[in-house]
Each structure stands twice: as structure tokens, then as C-alpha cells.
T-cell receptor, first 114, second 114 residues
Framework: DAKTTQPPSMDCAEGRAANLPCNHS???????VYWYRQIHSQGPQYIIH???NNETNEMASLIITEDRKSSTLILPHATLRDTAVYYC???????????????FGTGTRLTIIP | EAQVTQNPRYLITVTGKKLTVTCSQN?????MSWYRQDPGLGLRQIYY???????DKGDVPEGYKVSRKEKRNFPLILESPSPNQTSLYFC?????????????FGSGTRLTVV
């Protein structure tokens, strides 16, 4: 599985956009980029995922570079409830059907400042 | 409400006393998995199941057993718990490999073995 690199921590002012980077320079063509977050010791929560194109949903936007070696998760208007650890994960697509393991790294601890 | 339910939320037990942590999902998901989370080590997969009667080892299966007799249930069994199994445990389920909603995680079970 490709590995990811994220900054260990970031701060963001409440109401501003939070931009969380992720480097996945060894990603292969059939691997998706997923983002999850974990608030305190709760179960991780799915945010968004993508393969090549930028994606947007009600929670966030995902920007994937053209070479797919990095991506950025954008929380457009961060609130205090967005304080959490954010995990960037790459995983194979259906073409590598088998274990559905999600390999979590250490993530980025995002703190929203009032 | 679509959810993954784990029980118990907290458990303190003694070394060697068999225990079972239950996991149930009401979303008709085929894929289910167990993770443990420890400080500095992140989330590590213990076992996973692709469907009823289909289970396989994850990264850290030693000391654990699972079963998948019905689609909705995926219990984690510790036949002879030891202190190094003290951890925060999460059950997760997913409909399909590229599910638009990713994995759904339970709220966690904090296990202490003394």
C-alpha cells in the first residue's frame, strides 16, 4: 500500500478555510485517496474520497494534483466542532479486490482557534 | 438510524478471563472489520470479513478470534486476554469497496486487562 505523509498538527481560525495537505508520492494508478477524521476518542468518520478529479460534498472539498502525488482537504468554513485528527489514506480500488483494510497513519491534529 | 453498534463501551477484566465484544450493523453491509487503537501506533487492523463465513487476519490478529455467522454481526473474541490487549477497539463496516460513504465505525470499546 502507498504511504502518506501529513503534518502532525495545524491550527486554523474559526470561520476560515482549513487546508490540510497530504503527500502520497508513491500512489499507484488504481488507488483512491480517502479522508477520515477522529474527534477525541470517537470512531473515525468518513469525510470524502477521490481518484483523479476534485471532489466536493457537504462536509469538504478534496483537491488532487494532476500527478496525484499529493492532495488537499479543504474545510471551507471551519468551526470549533471540526477540531479533530484528520487522516489521509490511500487504498486500492476494486481491481485489487481483497482485504478492505484502511491503513491509518498518525494524521494531522487540527485545532480550530476561536 | 444507520449505525454500527459495539458493546460494551467500557470493560475492565482480569487476565485469562474470556470475553466477547459484540459488533452489529443495520446497513446490510458485506464488509466488516476490527481495529485497535493505541497511543503512537494509530489504528491497526485485527481481523476482517468480506461476507458471511468469510474472515481473514489483519495486521495484529494474535490473541483474537472472530466469527461471521450472520451478515449483521461480527463479534471479537479474546479467549485469554492479556494486559497487552488493553486498548481502544473499533468495529467498522462498509457496503462495497468504493462505497460513496466509506467505512462506518462504531463508537469504540475501551478495554482494560489487569
Amino acid at each position: 500500500d502507498a504511504k502518506t505523509t501529513q503534518p502532525p498538527s495545524m491550527d486554523c481560525a474559526e470561520g476560515r478555510a482549513a487546508n490540510l495537505p497530504c503527500n502520497h508520492s508513491t500512489i499507484s494508478g488504481n488507488e483512491y485517496v480517502y479522508w477520515y477524521r477522529q474527534i477525541h476518542s470517537q470512531g473515525p468518520q468518513y469525510i470524502i474520497h477521490g481518484l483523479k478529479n476534485n471532489e466536493t460534498n457537504e462536509m469538504a472539498s478534496l483537491i488532487i494534483t494532476e500527478d496525484r502525488k499529493s492532495s488537499t482537504l479543504i474545510l471551507p468554513h471551519a468551526t470549533l466542532r471540526d477540531t479533530a485528527v484528520y487522516y489521509c489514506i490511500v487504498r486500492p480500488s476494486l481491481s485489487n479486490f481483497g482485504n478492505e483494510k484502511l491503513t491509518f497513519g498518525t494524521g494531522t491534529r487540527l485545532t480550530i482557534i476561536p | 438510524e444507520a449505525q454500527v453498534t459495539q458493546n460494551p463501551r467500557y470493560l475492565i477484566t482480569v487476565t485469562g478471563k474470556k470475553l466477547t465484544v459484540t459488533c452489529s450493523q443495520n446497513m446490510n453491509h458485506e464488509y466488516m472489520s476490527w481495529y485497535r487503537q493505541d497511543p503512537g501506533l494509530g489504528l491497526r487492523q485485527i481481523y476482517y470479513s468480506m461476507n458471511v463465513e468469510v474472515t481473514d487476519k489483519g495486521d495484529v490478529p494474535e490473541g483474537y478470534k472472530v466469527s461471521r455467522k450472520e451478515k449483521r454481526n461480527f463479534p471479537l473474541i479474546l479467549e485469554s486476554p492479556s494486559p497487552n490487549q488493553t486498548s481502544l477497539y473499533f468495529c467498522a463496516s462498509s457496503l462495497e469497496p468504493e462505497s460513496a460513504y466509506g467505512y462506518t465505525f462504531g463508537s469504540g470499546t475501551r478495554l482494560t486487562v489487569v
